[in-house]
Each structure stands twice: as structure tokens, then as C-alpha cells.
T-cell receptor, first 115, second 110 residues
Framework: DGGITQSPKYLFRKEGQNVTLSCEQNLNHDAMYWYRQDPGQGLRLIYYSQIVNDFQKGDIAEGYSVSREKKESFPLTVTSAQKNPTAFYLC??????????????FGPGTRLTVL | GQSLEQPSEVTAVEGAIVQINCTYQTSGFYGLSWYQQHDGGAPTFLSYNALDGLEETGRFSSFLSRSDSYGYLLLQELQMKDSASYFCAVRDYNTDKLIFGTGTRLQVFP
């Protein structure tokens, strides 16, 4: 079955540690995205990538980093510079047609808690 | 910049019809999308309006009026499983980014 996987589902880290969230898709989609969602809030874009080896900052990129070395993978690193990293992180992907229509396919999310 | 406003919460009973509004301020966008998200789950795409008017997909319909900077999602024959958060979203002309609304939490009661 095609889809997007994110791991782990729950992640706990101590303050000051960097942590990398995994996102893999086998949908053959060109575009991939990372969003952050805080309780009762909408989705805010962290980074996005429309092709391999290229990515752009979203609205809240500070304290985060990404790489896009393979079409299938778009890992997100939450660095110690991110002041309030506890949140629900969602990865998404879309086709070029989906980019036009706004149709994105989301993974199940990773809930990160920084202690 | 872009901003999309939605009511924070809407309640209704099973079998009823509910309308979730989305008003926006934007300099230009391609179309209006709607997503559903159950608690703790991933958002799922519901609909897209490229043009003004009503788009119907089963029990759900979506409407867009660019002249009024307004859209809505209409849910008919409500079921308990429709209890979720609903987000409108637009794709910005200039940045190609998808901008999400503030979200509306729908609670359906028996």
C-alpha cells in the first residue's frame, strides 16, 4: 500500500538535545512538506521541498533543519535553537497536480515532547 | 499576507446540516481546499474549489465566492463520525505555499 510513514509516533527528548523526525513516502510524489500543529491550532509550515536536493523555508523555519537527498525521504531535525519544540509534527506530500489543487497527503504525525 | 478565519467551534445533532464558514484576506490564491482532522489524527483532503460556486461530494459540499472573500463547507446528514476539526486552506499565488485556516471543531451529538 502506498502512503506516508512517520516515526516514531511519540518522542521524548531532554531540553537542549537535537532530534530528527523521519518521514518516508512511497507515493512517488515530488513535493514534501513539514508542518507544526499546536493544541487547538491550525497547521504552520516549517519547510517544504518541491524536488530532490532543494527545499525552502516556510513560515516558522527558525530552529529547524531539513534535507532532501532522496525523493522518498524528507527528515526534519528539531535543533536546540527551537525555543518551544513540544508540538505535533506532520509530514505531507503531493503531486504536481496536488500542489495546484492544494491536495496533500499527510502522515500519521509525530508527537514530540521536550522535557 | 494571507489569513483565513473560521469559527472555533460548531455543534449540531445527528442527521442535521451544518455549515462551516471560512473568510479570508489574501492578495491572490489558486483555490480553496478543505481538510478534515480527527483528534490525534492526520488531516485528510476533502474538497477543492478552483472556481466560484458549489462543489458536491456525497454528503459534503464546498462553496467559494471570490468576490465576497468567503467560502464554506456544508455537511449534510451529520453522523457521529463527522465530529472532527475542519480546516480551510488556500495556495498562495506568490509563494505556492498552502496556508491553513484557524480550524473549526465540529461536535456532533446524538
Amino acid at each position: 500500500d502506498g502512503g506516508i510513514t512517520q516515526s516514531p509516533k511519540y518522542l521524548f527528548r531532554k531540553e537542549g538535545q537535537n532530534v530528527t523526525l523521519s518521514c518516508e513516502q512511497n507515493l512517488n510524489h515530488d513535493a514534501m512538506y513539514w508542518y507544526r500543529q499546536d493544541p487547538g491550532q491550525g497547521l504552520r509550515l516549517i519547510y517544504y521541498s518541491q524536488i530532490v536536493n532543494d527545499f525552502q523555508k516556510g513560515d516558522i523555519a527558525e530552529g529547524y533543519s531539513v534535507s532532501r537527498e532522496k525523493k522518498e525521504s524528507f527528515p526534519l531535525t528539531v535543533t536546540s535553537a527551537q525555543k518551544n519544540p513540544t508540538a505535533f509534527y506532520l509530514c505531507a506530500s503531493s503531486t504536481s497536480g496536488g500542489v495546484r489543487t492544494g491536495e496533500q497527503f499527510f502522515g500519521p504525525g509525530t508527537r514530540l515532547t521536550v522535557l | 499576507g494571507q489569513s483565513l478565519e473560521q469559527p472555533s467551534e460548531v455543534t449540531a445533532v445527528e442527521g442535521a446540516i451544518v455549515q462551516i464558514n471560512c473568510t479570508y484576506q489574501t492578495s491572490g490564491f489558486y483555490g480553496l481546499s478543505w481538510y478534515q482532522q480527527h483528534d490525534g489524527g492526520a488531516p485528510t483532503f476533502l474538497s477543492y474549489n478552483a472556481l466560484d460556486g458549489l462543489e458536491e461530494t456525497g454528503r459534503f459540499s464546498s462553496f467559494l465566492s471570490r468576490s465576497d472573500s468567503y467560502g464554506y463547507l456544508l455537511l449534510q446528514e451529520l453522523q457521529m463520525k463527522d465530529s472532527a476539526s475542519y480546516f480551510c486552506a488556500v495556495r498562495d499565488y506568490n509563494t505556492d505555499k498552502l496556508i491553513f485556516g484557524t480550524g473549526t471543531r465540529l461536535q456532533v451529538f446524538p
